[in-house]
C-alpha cells in the first residue's frame, strides 16, 4: 500500500475543522512530490569516526574474518528511517563550543578487567541531542505541578505525521506558516529547514544562526492549526533570539509537545507513520527520544 492510500485509511482528522477537498489537493500533492529513496548503502551521510560498512557475523580467528557491527540509518529499502542523532562526542550542546566531548560515557565495569559482564555508565543534561520538551520547560508552576516528561500523551508522539521543507533563508514566521498551506486536520509536523542542509546537528560548536520560530509563527500555529506535535532539526524549536517567548507560546496551552533535534536527511517530504518514545523521567522537563519514520 502507498503512502497516500495508507494515509487516507489512518490519518486522524478533526472533521468539524477541516476543508476536505483541500486535504486531499494537499494530500495528493505531497505525495506526488515525494522522490524515490535510495539504497541504504548511499542513504544519509556516514557520521565521522563511525563507518562500520557491511554487518558481518564472522568471529574472530575464523579466516580473516572480524566481527562488525551494523549502524543503519534506513530499513528495509526506505520503508523505516531512524530520524534520532547518534550520541557521539562531536554532538552540539546548547551554548557550547565543545560538544558533548568525550566523557559522557564511559565503561565503568570492564571484563578486560576482571568483572563478570561489560557496564557502562552516562551522564548528559536531558536536553541533549534529539529529545521532546515538556511543558515545565519554561513554566516553573508547570514544572511544580508534575506536568513532566512522564505525564506526554503517547497518542500524540505517536501516529501520522507530515514532514515538510521549510524555505531555506528564512525563519519560520507567521507568513511562513501560512505559506506552507498546513491543512486543519494534521496533527503532527516536522519542520525540516536550512539547518539540515548546514548539517548543523554534526558540528560540535553550538550555532546561534539556526533556524526556528520566531514567536508569530509560533502564534500563528498556535492559533490557526490543529498541529499538536512539533518537530525541529536543530535543539530548540524556537529561533536563538526568540527563545523564550515561541517556547512560551508553544508550551502554555500544555497541549503541543516539541520534539527537537531531529534528523531528517533524505527523507522525502510526505506523510508516514512517527513512532517516538522518550524516558519515564519523572520531575523532568525533557528527556532523550527516540523517533523513527515508518512509510
Not at 114 to 135: E, R
Not at 179 to 186: A, D, E, F, K, Y
Amino acid at each position: 500500500m502507498d503512502v497516500f492510500h495508507s494515509s487516507l485509511c489512518f490519518i486522524h482528522l478533526s472533521q468539524s475543522t477541516m476543508n476536505s477537498r483541500s486535504l486531499f489537493a494537499f494530500l495528493f500533492a505531497i505525495c506526488a512530490h515525494s522522490v524515490a529513496v535510495a539504497d541504504t548503502s548511499s542513504a544519509y551521510p556516514s557520521i565521522p569516526g563511525t563507518e562500520t560498512g557491511e554487518c558481518s557475523l564472522r568471529g574472530v580467528g575464523v579466516g580473516d574474518g572480524v566481527l562488525v557491527p551494523p549502524r543503519r540509518e534506513v530499513y528495509e529499502e526506505g520503508r523505516i528511517f531512524d530520524i534520532t542523532h547518534r550520541y557521539v562526542p562531536e554532538m552540539p550542546v546548547w551554548d557550547s563550543t565543545e560538544g558533548l566531548g568525550q566523557h559522557f560515557l564511559w565503561l565503568d565495569k570492564s571484563m578486560k578487567n576482571g568483572s563478570l559482564a561489560n557496564s557502562s555508565n552516562m551522564k548528559l543534561g536531558v536536553h541533549t541531542g534529539t529529545h521532546v520538551d515538556a511543558p515545565g520547560h519554561f513554566y516553573d508552576n508547570y514544572y511544580d505541578a508534575g506536568f513532566d516528561v512522564d505525564s506526554l500523551d503517547l497518542t500524540l508522539l505517536n501516529g501520522l505525521a507530515l514532514l515538510v521543507d521549510v524555505p531555506r533563508d528564512k525563519n519560520i514566521t507567521a507568513e511562513v506558516m501560512r505559506s506552507l498551506n498546513i491543512p486543519r486536520g494534521v496533527s503532527r509536523v516536522l519542520f525540516r529547514t536550512l539547518n539540515t542542509d548546514r548539517r548543523l546537528m554534526f558540528k560540535k560548536e553550538f550555532d546561534t544562526s539556526y533556524v526556528g520560530f520566531k514567536e508569530d509563527g509560533a502564534k500563528w500555529l498556535a492559533e490557526n492549526t490543529d498541529i499538536k506535535l512539533v518537530g525541529v532539526d536543530y535543539l530548540s524549536v524556537a529561533a536563538y533570539d526568540h527563545s523564550i517567548p515561541s517556547h512560551l507560546v508553544f508550551l502554555e496551552s500544555k497541549e503541543i509537545i516539541l520534539v527537537e533535534g531531529l534528523k531528517l536527511d533524505d527523507v522525502p517530504a510526505g506523510i508516514y507513520s512517527l513512532n517516538c518514545l522518550p524516558l519515564r523521567l519523572v520531575h523532568s522537563e525533557a528527556s532523550p527520544i527516540r523517533c523513527i519514520l515508518i512509510r
